[in-house]
Every structure is written in C-alpha cells, then in structure tokens.
C-alpha cells in the first residue's frame, strides 16, 4: 500500500525558512514524478511544485519560483521542499503526491493518484 508522510512544518516569521520533507513507501517511488500542493483556509489545492522521476526536472508555480526548491532522494523514497523568503501568503497545509504513472512533470491535481495527510505551515508577518 502507498503511503506519503510529510513533515518538516511549522511556525516561521516572515523572510525564514522551512525544509518539508515527505517519505514514500509501498511503491518503487524512482519511477514516478512527485509533487508538492498546498491549501490554505477557505481556498483551493494549489500546485506549488513539481520533481520528475528521472533525471530530476524541476518545474514551479510563479508564486513561489526562486523562493523554493524541490529535491528527491530516490534511495531513500524521500522528496524535499525548502522553502526560503517565506512570506505570511505562504501559509496553508502542504500536500506531497505521487504523479500518475507516465506523467513527467504533471501540475494539476489530476496527474496524482496518491496524497500524504499534509504538514501545516503558518508564516507569521
């Protein structure tokens, strides 16, 4: 069974930094693109971004391009966002998924089959 088990949130002011960690297990993870999404109250799941399976494109919404980077270590079926310049519309819960197989570098909800429970992470100004 394929879970994802994210981590790494928290309470930060505004101009810090966090690193989300989320760790795959059930599936051969290499394979797969992987995603990070984040809700805030009252709004829809957003795409923040996106690490495809092989040789590790990159690919970021426009809010949060040259703020946050996304890394994946496939030894360890691990994904990693670090988040810096954190700004107070930052906060909301952050989503890891898994993409669909065949999906190199999907942005859109539908191009995941598996989501993680989120982390929250609450910048304060």
């Known amino acids: 069974q394929v879970q994802l088990v994210e981590s790494g949130g928290g309470l930060v002011q505004a101009g810090g930094s966090l690193r989300l960690s989320c760790a795959a297990s059930?599936?051969?993870?290499?394979?797969?693109?992987m995603g990070w999404f984040r809700q805030a109250p009252g709004k829809e799941r957003e795409f923040v971004a996106v690490?495809?399976?092989?040789?590790?494109?990159?690919y970021y919404a426009d809010s949060v391009k040259g703020r946050f980077t996304m890394s994946r270590d496939n030894a360890k079926n691990t994904v990693y966002l670090q988040m810096n310049s954190l700004k107070p519309e930052d906060t909301a819960v952050y989503y890891c998924?898994?993409?669909?197989?065949?999906?190199?570098?999907?942005?859109?909800?539908?191009?995941?089959?598996?989501w993680g429970q989120g982390t929250q992470v609450t910048v304060s100004s």
């Open positions: 998924a898994v993409g669909l197989p065949r999906r190199t570098v999907p942005t859109g909800r539908g191009g995941y089959d598996y």
């Open positions: 690490i495809s399976w092989s040789p590790g494109s990159t």
């Open positions: 059930g599936r051969t993870f290499s394979n797969y693109a």
